[in-house]
């Protein structure tokens, strides 16, 4: 998705050791991860079909959607699994798949509530909901995120969780 951007500034670790994430004592519950915007053209929904091979009209072909009409709307829509994709890229981006420093992606748990329709700018948001006590190398977090389109309905959330270095 090399159209999306960050809406905040990051400071991810050296680009040779890959993102940082925060040791479990250091992360309160609410804190905030930096949002990030996707703009869902054509080009980047055609782009997505091809890499998950879900090339579905409703997705790709723009007269056929004029057509049928799916979801009421005359027009293409984003893939569902690209919008679990923005979802989880907000934890990914701020603290990576697996961290340089041993944290890593434990789920994704999303739900979408709204198709997202060609042309519409998406801005994914997370903070952390609730911290999991394991003991040591055990320990993990939640990180609710939502998504909401520019007329700032939710068109989908998730819960990450993610396993925290001590």
Same mark, same amino acid.
């Given at each position: 998705?090399s159209e999306?951007?960050?809406?905040s500034e990051h400071?991810?670790?050296s680009?040779?050791?890959?993102?940082?994430?925060?040791r479990?004592?250091e992360? #309160?519950?609410?804190a #905030?991860?930096?949002?990030? #915007?996707?703009r869902y053209d054509?080009?980047?929904?055609? /782009?997505?079909?091809?890499?998950?091979?879900? $090339?579905?009209?409703?997705?790709?072909?723009?007269?056929w959607a004029?057509?049928a009409?799916?979801?009421?709307m005359p027009?293409?829509?984003g893939?569902?699994? $690209?919008?679990?994709s923005?979802?989880?890229?907000?934890?990914?981006r !701020?603290?990576?798949p697996?961290?340089?420093n041993?944290g890593s992606?434990r789920f994704?748990?999303?739900?979408?509530?709204?198709?997202?329709?060609?042309?519409e700018?998406v801005?994914s /948001?997370?903070? @952390?909901k /609730?911290k999991?006590?394991?003991g040591?190398?055990k320990n993990? @977090?939640?990180?609710?995120v #939502?998504? /909401?389109?520019a007329?700032?309905d939710?068109i989908?959330? !998730?819960?990450?969780?993610?396993?925290?270095p001590d």
């Open positions: 998705m999306s951007k960050s809406t400071n991810p670790a680009p040779d050791s890959g993102p940082m994430c925060p479990f004592g992360i #309160e519950t609410g #905030e991860l930096p949002p990030i #915007e996707l054509q080009a980047v929904i055609d /782009r997505y079909a091809l890499g998950s091979l879900d $090339m579905n009209p409703v997705h790709t072909n723009e007269e004029a057509r009409q799916v979801f009421g027009e293409t829509v893939h569902g699994m $690209m919008t679990m923005s979802l989880a890229s907000v934890v990914s !701020a603290w990576g697996v961290s340089a041993g992606i994704v748990d999303a739900t979408f509530t709204k198709p997202v329709k060609v042309g700018t801005i /948001r997370g903070f @952390v /609730r999991h006590v394991h040591t190398g993990w @977090v939640e990180v609710k #939502e998504a /909401r389109d007329a700032g939710v989908g959330v !998730a819960d990450v969780g993610y396993n925290l």
